[in-house]
């Protein structure tokens, strides 16, 4: 038996430029209109704290790993709450490739070192899916989906 849960990889396209995506994924001014009302802080340093907040409270904190704007993104993640909060940081590496030719850009979401039993692997599950395809349609339309968190 393993001592990890399985990682959890998401790769959408998005109509966007890799700047763009790059400010959607890291200012709070985009994350609290796809995210569900959560605000991203950090400086987007390595070594930097960075945090997601709903509502005035911490729902996740974490440490950047690596920080190559446009292109790479990675940092630890951990859920400030619940029984999530006991178990370790994951890590989540966004990575972004522009499509030759288009204004199309291959967005990778690699979320991985979950421990065995996590209960934080289920909600990333349907997490990450909910929060990439409101931010497709966010960058691509100008409207968020309908769907509550």
Known sequence: MSNRDPDFVYVTYIKTTPEKLWEALTSSTFTRQYWFGCEVTSD?????????????EKKVEGKVL???????????????????????????????EPE???????LTVTHTDFIAGSKHRPSISGGWPAVLSNLKSFLETGKTLEFEM
């Open 66 to 96: 690596v920080a190559d704007r446009p292109k790479l993104l990675s940092y630890t993640f951990r859920e400030a709450f619940g029984e999530s909060a006991k178990e370790p940081p994951t890590k989540v590496t966004l990575e972004l």
């Open 100 to 106: 030759a030719g288009t204004e199309t850009v291959r």
């Open 44 to 56: 987007w340093k390595v070594g930097s704290p960075m945090t997601y907040v709903m509502n005035g």
